[in-house]
């Protein structure tokens, strides 16, 4: 599927705190979608549990990656993400202190009840995205390592449960669903810290398989042609190729920037655009940034091989290694190599995000908490 939008597209250069059941904006642009965890939340869990992550309520140093996709595609960003979800409550629990976190199923609920009627246009034009499962594995991580949770047995569970709702979108409607599978959890700090990289990167492929295997039989089985599942692993695993890091500028893939001794003491590193991740699971400002521009390019085409050419010209055309919160696409707006580069997207200035608070972030002398909210998972 190749999106073609007929109307004027539209985007606002800023950032905001939006909850999970907001109505679709009545505009005459396209929205994007979006249900996930904390590589997706904009400030969701910071509104819901009165905590503040790291950015402007992001699990990140800067902007998140669905934030430059509705830039560049001139869509309205409707964020239904909450750090620490998981794919469903049932299967795999999420708390902050007594305060449930919604799941991919809860939110996927919620947005139904809350916009039962979408027009025809919306549901042709709209853009969902997904983004859902890491938080399943870092939950259960030692139990899937140690074999008391069976990897095979979970897997099912999990694209069963992924699937299902999936399904619930298809039959609301929606014609434009992108499912990002499990990132490599396996090169995140909090697992290569542990030497268990290795023992968790074929649990992640298993899971993986279940999932992509799940998805497109939903696809098969609704003729659902605009059902895409992309690959954030190997995203991921290009963007750590010494070449790419390289023209990334991001020089250090081992450490977090954002640290936490066992005192309480937090630390953080002076270049945090450096560091491929910000913390010990969240990828830091020019991995996210790389992942939006691909988001962008995947949901205009969903053929384009993503590979390392194709990431290093991107690369440069965004000139992300020179990247930070305060230069960037959504502060500085489009240029027109950019535009070009995804070519259904206009940059003007009156684009919304769906949002009950709306504030333009301002750069000031960061400050950062002492530790991101308390989540926790299944015991």
């Known amino acids: 599927m190749q999106l073609k939008f007929n109307v004027l597209l539209t985007y606002a250069s800023a950032a905001l705190f939006a909850s999970?059941?907001?109505?679709?904006?009545?505009?005459?642009?396209?929205?994007?979608?979006?249900f996930g965890n904390s590589l997706s939340?904009?400030?969701n869990t910071a509104s819901l549990t009165h905590t503040q992550a790291y950015w402007e309520g992001r699990y990140s140093n800067s902007y998140v990656w669905n934030e430059y996709t509705a830039k560049l595609l001139g869509m309205n960003l409707v964020n239904n993400a909450y750090g620490g979800a998981t794919s469903n409550n049932d299967l795999s629990p999420a708390t902050s202190g007594s305060i449930s976190i919604p799941s991919f199923h809860d939110q996927v609920v919620a947005w139904l009840k809350d916009n039962p009627s979408p027009s025809q246009y919306n549901l042709d034009n709209d853009v969902i995205e997904v983004e859902i499962g890491g938080n399943d594995v870092l939950y259960r991580v030692?139990?899937?390592?140690?074999?008391?949770?069976?990897?095979?047995?979970?897997?099912?569970?999990?694209?069963?449960?992924?699937?299902?709702?999936?399904q619930l979108l298809v039959d609301a409607g929606y014609r434009n669903i992108n499912l990002w599978n499990l990132p490599a959890v396996d090169k995140t700090p909090s697992i290569t810290g542990l030497g268990a990289g290795a023992l968790v990167k074929?649990?992640?492929?298993?899971?993986?398989?279940?999932?992509?295997?799940?998805?497109?039989?939903?696809?098969?089985?609704?003729?659902?042609?605009?059902?895409?599942?992309?690959?954030?692993?190997s995203l991921?695993?290009?963007?750590?190729?010494s070449n790419v890091l390289a023209a990334l500028g991001i020089t250090d893939v081992t450490d977090a920037c954002f640290t936490q001794d066992a005192n309480g003491t937090t630390y953080v590193c002076p270049n945090p655009d450096e560091h491929f991740f910000?913390?010990?699971?969240?990828?830091?400002?020019?991995?996210?940034?790389?992942?939006?521009?691909v988001a962008s390019v995947l949901t205009d085409d969903p053929n384009t091989t993503i590979d390392a050419s194709e990431v290093l010209q991107l690369v440069s055309t965004f000139a992300i290694n020179k990247s930070n919160r305060e230069d960037n696409i959504i502060v500085d707006g489009i240029?027109?190599?950019?535009s070009s580069a995804i070519p259904p997207g206009e940059d003007?200035?009156?684009?919304?995000?769906?949002?009950?608070?709306?504030?333009?972030?301002?750069?000031?002398?960061?400050?950062?908490?002492?530790?991101?909210?308390?989540i926790s998972g299944c015991k």
Not at 226 to 232: K, T
Not at 284 to 290: D, F, T
Not at 335 to 338: D, F, G, K, L, R
């Open 20 to 34: 999970t059941a907001v109505a679709a904006p009545i505009s005459t642009s396209p929205n994007l979608i979006v």
């Open 41 to 43: 939340d904009i400030g």
């Open 142 to 166: 030692s139990q899937l390592l140690l074999g008391t949770v069976d990897v095979n047995d979970f897997a099912s569970k999990l694209s069963a449960s992924i699937a299902a709702d999936v």
């Open 202 to 233: 074929p649990v992640i492929a298993a899971l993986n398989a279940a999932v992509k295997s799940a998805v497109e039989d939903v696809a098969a089985k609704s003729n659902a042609s605009g059902i895409h599942v992309f690959d954030l692993n």
């Open 236 to 241: 991921m695993g290009i963007a750590l190729q």
């Open 278 to 293: 910000y913390d010990g699971v969240h990828p830091a400002s020019r991995m996210h940034y790389l992942w939006g521009v």
């Open 335 to 338: 240029t027109p190599s950019q």
């Open 348 to 374: 003007t200035d009156t684009d919304t995000y769906s949002s009950a608070t709306y504030t333009t972030p301002v750069y000031t002398t960061p400050v950062y908490p002492t530790v991101a909210p308390p």
